[in-house]
């Protein structure tokens, strides 16, 4: 009893104790989140979360090749002023910036349409970005189109809806024009106006760029801009990302693009890449492996100690303002007209952009096959293709188009009628395009390839606003694909399902309920302000993660040198491949330069330093590469699997003796057997980095009771660590480059010899 009576004591004692600490672990946060209510952040609005209130007024600049809006002028004496298209509101871009304007104060940078005079550039920065919160990139006329007409439009976007290049294609870019100049839309002359495009996208993010901003950089047109800003910006910890909103092709495909490598990489600057679908994703995972030979897990790629988080977030629509928009009076009175016209025949709708790879040829010709084998239909149905942004580079798929329509009229359509498909080759009216989303029975959306494709979205959308089912037939090709499980999926090569599709979408029953309904709970969940507040939460995050894992402040080299003059005993650790070693297509064959080594040597050769120089290659090579070194040198051969300490002994020393090998002839027929089946490669025996051995430790844990001491990495006091280049590290420092770091190593070498001279001088005078 008695010794119960004290267990009850002592649990009472230490119930009484962890109230008290969490009575004051209560008054610590209240007392941070008041401090960081008031600091700085005093023009704007927090929440009751306190932290996520001041969090959620961060600034993001959002980054897209052009402004929303026109800037005109009624004559050279009026002041600029934008004007918006009629759609402006249905734009993508537009409703992003909207809904981020209820969660951040946000800055959208683009080019704007028309020539501005230099001379009033800088006055028309300020006021936009005064009073309307947008930022104006002035692009010259030549080199944008070059740039969009060019690289973006003719380059990119075919291969990246994987339709690779055609000889004529090659022909045309390579051709010249009289006087043997180069035609302006050769390959070269398009990338240069790329890569110039682009640096003035992010010279104008370094102009508005504020410490702690977001920067979100969106489409294909700016894939140089990440590696670009960060450029910019090698100090400071700026945290961007990049959405990619159309199709990335395959590595096989992509591989074709003549600059292939320099498009990875600068979209391999951002610390977030965001993908529509996974299989985008993946296809731009593998080309980073196969093409730059860069590591990549399910979470990401690392790019040189940098690492780009990959993630999908499928793009949505403002579902609400598409329901408003159904109930306005505009569009009712256009639904009105429209039933009157139609009649009371069923419409089937289409709207696509005039582009090869929106399948428009494979979507006739499943019309076509539709109505020689229903000939009846053709007083029943009404085909409708609405098609947009006619380009000088289609006229040869518009001409397919216009006499494909024709060709199927002219089999069905009676004297005084018209047929059965209607074609609409122009922009229409946003009123007129919701009416007919609203009143369409079906819509088919057919494309070779797309990155997400949000016009069965907004069709959904409307035909639940007027309380009718949508029947959506979709190519599998198209990224919305996987986002809408109650589509009818099809093949647009097979037109033979195409036209199956076609005539069940003209049936009723039960299915079309239930699919309609699945439909529409996708698209009213996953909008584009949960789009936009999804992307952003992972980039936030991303920044957060950042801040606390990237190498520090630069490494001062008068800090440093300062440090070495004084100290009496120095030990220096180096690791050759990650830093001195020079580009070799073999790495066996990356020799150091006579000038390293003579760097080296001044350092080796001070009493006062032990210097250890780690490299992945053999003991062979090491010796062979190090030959000419002496002094207090040691060398670390396969990552310090084997060591030698120069001149006390030519003896290697293993650091993991008694290696069981007897599973190596088990492997060895392994290696040949996939070496034989794999073009251009070879088996290289290295030891392994991380090789565990006794017990197996299957997690390790870090406890501190100080947050002073907190982390899984110590350095000794008088210790300078670094990386080179800013990297996630632990490391406290970083050196930019390494020129910087070759510089570092000859003025450390010059303080040994000085003092060398100066001991050897005073040894003189004292024999006098």
């Not at 003035?200 to 370094?206: E, L, S």
């Not at 639940?464 to 999926?489: M, N, P, W, Y």
């Not at 406890?703 to 210790?719: C, W």
Request: aromatic share 10%; with cysteine.
């Amino acid at each position: 009893m008695a010794e119960g009576a004290a267990f009850k004591e002592r649990e009472g004692a230490l119930l009484r104790e962890l109230s008290a600490l969490y009575t004051k672990l209560n008054q610590v946060r209240e007392k941070r989140v008041k401090a960081e209510q008031e600091s700085g952040d005093n023009d704007h609005d927090t929440d009751d979360e306190g932290v996520k209130g001041s969090r959620r007024r961060r600034r993001v600049l959002l980054v897209t090749r052009t402004l929303p809006f026109w800037l005109v002028s009624e004559d050279a004496q009026s002041q600029w002023r934008a004007e918006f298209p009629e759609h402006a509101s249905l734009n993508g871009a537009m409703e992003i910036f909207q809904s981020l304007h209820e969660n951040y104060d946000c800055v959208w940078i683009g080019s704007v349409h028309g020539e501005i005079e230099p001379s009033e550039q800088n006055t028309l920065k300020e006021q936009l970005l005064q009073d309307r919160k947008y930022y104006p990139v002035f692009l010259d006329e030549k080199r944008e189109r070059l740039y969009y007409q060019g690289f973006c439009k003719t380059v990119m976007w075919p291969l990246f809806h994987s339709c690779p290049p055609t000889t004529d294609d090659q022909i045309t870019q390579h051709e010249t024009m009289e006087g043997g100049q180069e035609d302006e839309r050769s390959m070269e002359k398009m990338w240069q106006a790329y890569v110039a495009t682009n640096q003035a996208f992010a010279d104008a993010v370094q102009e508005v760029y504020e410490e702690g901003d977001l920067v979100w950089i969106q489409g294909y047109h700016l894939t140089l801009v990440p590696q670009m800003v960060q450029n910019l910006f090698p100090n400071d910890n700026i945290c961007l990302g990049f959405f990619m909103h159309i199709p990335f092709p395959s590595a096989e495909l992509y591989r074709i693009l003549n600059n292939r490598e320099e498009i990875l990489t600068g979209m391999l600057g951002a610390d977030l890449i965001g993908f529509q679908t996974y299989e985008y994703a993946r296809h731009f995972q593998s080309a980073c492996v196969r093409l730059l030979g860069l590591e990549s897990s399910h979470k990401g790629v690392d790019f040189n100690g940098h690492f780009a988080r990959v993630t999908i977030c499928p793009v949505g629509i403002d579902a609400e303002k598409y329901i408003a928009m159904v109930q306005s009076d505009a569009v009712q009175e256009q639904m009105k007209q429209l039933e009157g016209q139609f009649s009371d025949k069923k419409v089937i709708l289409g709207v696509d952009q005039l582009d090869q790879t929106k399948g428009l040829v494979h979507k006739l010709l499943a019309v076509e096959e539709l109505f020689t084998h229903k000939p009846e239909l053709a007083k029943e149905v009404v085909f409708l293709q609405i098609v947009t942004g006619a380009s000088v580079y289609e006229s040869a798929l518009e001409s397919q188009v216009e006499s494909l329509v024709s060709r199927i009229n002219s089999k069905l359509q009676d004297i005084g009628t018209e047929g059965p498909v209607q074609y609409l080759n122009k922009e229409i009216a946003v009123e007129a395009l919701i009416a007919l989303y609203a009143l369409a029975d079906a819509l088919v959306i057919t494309p070779v390839r797309d990155g997400m494709n949000t016009v069965p979205f907004g069709y959904i959308v409307c035909r639940e606003a007027t309380d009718k089912h949508a029947r959506v037939i979709l190519s599998e090709f198209a990224g919305c694909a996987q986002s809408l499980g109650g589509a009818r999926l099809v093949n647009p090569w097979n037109t033979e399902e195409l036209t199956d599709a076609l005539q069940e979408s003209l049936q009723d029953n039960d299915e079309v309920m239930r699919a309609h309904q699945h439909m529409y709970s996708y698209v009213s969940s996953f909008t584009s302000w949960h789009w936009a507040d999804n992307f952003l939460e992972q980039l936030h995050e991303c920044s957060e993660e950042n801040a606390l894992s990237v190498s520090g402040r630069e490494l001062s080299r008068r800090d440093m040198t300062s440090a070495y003059s004084r100290s009496s005993r120095r030990l220096i650790f180096i690791n050759y491949e990650g830093v001195l070693a020079v580009e070799a297509s073999i790495p066996e064959l990356a020799y150091p330069p006579q000038e390293l080594i003579w760097q080296l040597s001044m350092l080796t050769k001070d009493p006062r330093n032990t210097v250890v120089l780690v490299s992945a290659r053999s003991t062979s090579v090491c010796e062979q590469w190090f030959a000419g070194l002496s002094g207090n040198l040691v060398l670390a051969a396969e990552y310090g699997v084997y060591v030698k300490w120069v001149g006390e002994n030519e003896h290697w020393h293993c650091m993991v003796p008694n290696m069981d090998m007897s599973w190596w002839e088990h492997v060895v027929p392994l290696l040949e057997y996939y070496t034989e089946r794999t073009p251009d490669k070879s088996p290289k025996i290295i030891a392994a980095k991380e090789l565990p051995e006794g017990e197996s430790v299957s997690q390790t844990t870090s406890v501190s009771t100080d947050e002073a001491e907190d982390g899984r990495y110590r350095f000794p006091v008088n210790t300078f660590v670094c990386t080179l280049g800013r990297k996630l590290s632990q490391a406290p420092y970083f050196i930019k480059n390494s020129g910087d770091l070759f510089q570092l190593l000859q003025e450390m070498g010059m303080s040994s010899h000085i003092r060398k001279q100066r001991m050897l001088s005073m040894g003189s005078v004292g024999d006098i």
